[in-house]
T-cell receptor, first 114, second 117 residues
Framework: AQSVAQPEDQVNVAEGNPLTVKCTYS??????LFWYVQYPNRGLQFLLK??????LVKGSYGFEAEFNKSQTSFHLKKPSALVSDSALYFC????????????FGKGTMLLVSP | KAGVTQTPRYLIKTRGQQVTLSCSPI?????VSWYQQTPGQGLQFLFE???????NKGNFPGRFSGRQFSNSRSEMNVSTLELGDSALYLC????????????????FGPGTRLTVL
């Protein structure tokens, strides 16, 4: 069975500083990995995904994520945090089989202070 | 292009009642998935529909059911509501295909907040 771990319930960072939200996964075979963000009372917004190829994936709003196969990690990063980045972030994984379902982590709350 | 829409946005029901939630996918998207989001359990997969057929089902009791129409719109129904069914119900659509590519991105609607009293 596939699973995702987001080890931090909350990450605090000052505006202008770099941010990292951690994600590790477990899946049979090669993974497809996704990051989503959720603002209060809203649905999930897609940020980026890793399918294959370059281990550094660039996404929306200046976010990027680095795929590390040996560490089974897919950490989300941004060079300079904004207060408006404060939200709940979800990492998700799928295996490569047909009709596979998306499994989400518990989420990490990112709080960016002014 | 319009995003995924869900109606209603908020719903209050009492135990024992039933409820129907609606989802309209992005135009051209053929797959619709439903998720339940609660503070304790996080995001849990309910089911996925493609071309009016249920293609996947999560680990939920039979009180939870769904369907998809020929225009790809989907509904989910919860019968005999319990207090624990209070949650945000999210619908997501993706282009998908008959091959069921796992690389497709799912795009989420704003959700329906269900409160069971």
């Amino acid at each position: 069975a596939q699973s995702v771990a987001q080890p931090e319930d909350q990450v605090n960072v000052a505006e202008g500083n770099p941010l990292t939200v951690k994600c590790t996964y477990s899946v049979s075979g090669n993974p497809y990995l996704f990051w989503y963000v959720q603002y209060p009372n809203r649905g999930l917004q897609f940020l980026l995904k890793y399918i294959t190829g370059d281990n550094l994936v660039k996404g929306s709003y200046g976010f990027e994520a680095e795929f590390n196969k040996s560490q089974t990690s897919f950490h989300l990063k941004k060079p300079s945090a904004l207060v408006s980045d404060s939200a709940l972030y979800f990492c998700a994984v799928r295996d490569m089989t047909r009709y596979s379902t998306l499994t989400f982590g518990k989420g990490t709350m990112l709080l960016v202070s002014p | 292009k319009a995003g995924v829409t869900q109606t209603p946005r908020y719903l209050i029901k009492t135990r024992g009642q039933q409820v129907t939630l609606s989802c309209s996918p992005i135009s051209g998207h053929r797959s619709v998935s439903w998720y339940q989001q609660t503070p304790g359990q996080g995001l849990q997969f309910l089911f996925e529909y493609f071309s009016e057929t249920q293609r996947n089902k999560g680990n939920f009791p039979g009180r939870f059911s769904g369907r998809q129409f020929s225009n790809s719109r989907s509904e989910m129904n919860v019968s005999t509501l319990e207090l624990g069914d209070s949650a945000l119900y999210l619908c997501a659509s993706s282009k998908q295909s008959t091959s069921g590519s796992p690389a497709d991105t799912q795009y989420f609607g704003p959700g329906t907040r269900l409160t069971v009293l």
